[in-house]
């Protein structure tokens, strides 16, 4: 379990653009739970569809590499810290089932598949209320900065 002042310390993201609110579940090497909480206080809501507010779906990838990138850092023992960054650097076979819409607590699940070499493959999905919101695969590498 890592509370938002712990996953500050993984994710070089800050407000607006820290999309991940609490780690439930950890398994390195393996797998991630984790989820966001959407409120209508979202700055994005402002301007995206402001009379019936809709989660951009590309927010929704970023909490998932997001999430994704919490397990790689945990996973190899490093943070943004010791100079090192995970750049999301690819998506394939996103599909959107759902709209995530304030109130919603979007759960964020991503899985390894592979690391070589610094680029990592992750299946992600995001539900609510146990319903898929969104899934796809996510790229990441670990660079040094």
């Not at 070089?12 to 393996?30: G, S």
């Not at 590309?58 to 945990?74: P, S």
Request: proline content about 6%; hydrophobic content about 40%; charged content about 25%.
């Amino acid at each position: 379990m890592m509370d938002v002042n712990e996953i500050r310390q993984y994710l070089p993201h800050r407000y607006p653009f820290l999309l991940v609110d609490r780690v439930v579940e950890l398994n390195l090497n393996e797998s991630i739970v984790a989820y966001k909480n959407v409120t209508i206080n979202e700055p994005f809501f402002n301007g995206h569809f402001p009379n019936h507010p809709v989660m951009p779906g590309v927010l929704i990838i970023e909490a998932m590499a997001q999430a994704a990138g919490i397990l790689g850092f945990k996973t190899m023992d490093k943070k943004p810290e010791d100079g090192s960054i995970y750049y999301f650097v690819g998506s394939d076979k996103a599909r959107f089932k759902r709209p995530v819409v304030p109130g919603d607590r979007l759960q964020l699940e991503a899985k390894i598949v592979t690391e070589k070499r610094g680029i990592w493959k992750f299946e992600c999905k995001a539900t609510v209320d146990g319903e898929l919101a969104c899934s796809a695969s996510i790229l990441c590498a670990d660079r040094k900065i």
